[in-house]
């Protein structure tokens, strides 16, 4: 790196490599063969390394000869954060879409550029942003409401069907089933012996709604306080089966139907977790950055400790970037039981 910034080459090369967005502004990447400069993150395909030099800023780069690339922009980094901001709390002030083109005019930009850098903040555009953000609270609203009509209305939905086409795809219970403790739903669950100890497997008709560790039906009771509670039953004892041989033998665990909630934040992280295959590991930071939201680390960590369906979501495989365990619900060692099972390396610990 030249004398005037603190980052070192190496470091900066890797931010380029993982097209780290938290080095945007921090340095400029001057591509000598193409006589361009961009910031870390531009999604254009990476140089060969032979023909980068970093500068501090678009300045150092202009001084060399090199001109700002037209994809990125590199010299908007700031002008760009300000310009995602302001629209954020619009959309959040107003609690609906708003259009695209004249957010883009507050911000002074073309609507397809504005659509291209909010998405390169957010990791949506601002009307699924808007959508989102409605389903988000729409799920809060519901796990303190009594009436779903009423929750649906209280969001800002227009009616029920549209609530209902919000939530298509999402993992998640149907909203009559997580509004009120799980009032008017039935709920099945045992016990059993694993290697790893005793685990309690929880399910209603649409799937497996808790799995953990050392736990028993009084905290499942705590959890679901109006459903009906339901020990064994021979449908059960199929999906049961399913269940505990996905434990015993990983990677066997992908058919098995979940009934499981979160705000939508929470939901894309346990279905990021769902994508690393047994045996691999990431680290909190690759899961906010995997779900679009990389400054969002600490709020991944908090989705990962939120998941009801311990194993079947793999919240094990997350880890620190140190390559250190982290944290999990049911101790250290099952942890590590669980990766050692998978054949994955010892994270040590
Ligand atoms: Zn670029």
């Known amino acids: 790196m030249s004398a005037t910034t603190a980052i070192a080459d190496d470091e900066a090369w890797s931010a380029v490599l993982a097209r780290d967005r938290a080095f945007d502004g921090r340095f400029v990447t001057g591509v000598l063969s193409t006589g361009i400069y961009c910031r870390p993150s531009c999604a254009a395909r990476h140089p060969r390394r032979a ?4 500068f501090a800023d678009g300045a150092g780069a202009r001084a060399a000869g090199l ?75 519901l796990s303190g409401e009594d009436s779903v009509t009423q929750a649906i209305y209280e969001a800002g939905f227009s009616g029920p069907s549209r609530f209902y086409a919000a939530n298509e795809g999402r993992l998640g219970m149907a909203p009559s089933a997580w509004v009120n403790g799980g009032a008017g739903v039935t709920i099945r669950w045992a016990v059993v012996d694993t290697s790893l ?51 015993e033998a990983p990677g066997s665990a992908a058919h098995i139907p979940l009934d499981v909630r979160g705000t939508a934040f929470q939901e894309a992280v346990w279905r990021e977790l769902q994508r690393i295959p047994p045996g691999e590991t ?17 709020a991944a960590g908090s989705a990962n400790g939120a998941n009801n369906v311990a194993v079947l979501i ?25 990766l050692d099972k998978e054949g994955g390396r010892d994270v040590g610990g």
């Open 314 to 338: 793999p919240c094990h495989r997350v880890v620190r970037s140190d390559g250190s365990l982290g944290g999990y619900a049911y101790g250290l060692a099952i942890k590590q039981a669980l």
């Open 282 to 298: 990431r680290s909190y930071a690759q899961i906010a950055a995997a779900v679009g939201k990389p400054g969002a680390v600490r």
């Open 51 to 54: 023909n980068v030099r970093f």
């Open 67 to 141: 001109r700002p690339c037209l994809r990125c922009s590199p010299d908007d980094v700031a002008r760009d954060e300000r310009a995602v901001l302001a629209a954020i709390a619009a959309i959040r002030s107003a609690g609906q879409p708003l259009a695209l083109a004249d957010l883009a005019a507050q911000a002074g930009y073309s609507p397809t550029h504005f659509q291209r850098v909010f998405a390169r903040h957010t990791g949506l555009s601002p009307a699924a942003y808007a959508r989102a953000l409605r389903a988000e609270r729409a799920a809060e609203a």
């Open 197 to 247: 100890g005793a685990m309690l497997v929880a399910a209603t008709d649409k799937g497996v709604c808790r799995l953990s560790f050392a736990e028993g039906p009084e905290a499942l009771a705590r959890r679901f306080p109006r459903a009906e509670l339901v020990e064994g039953g021979e449908d059960f004892a199929a999906l049961l089966a399913q269940v505990v041989a996905a434990v």
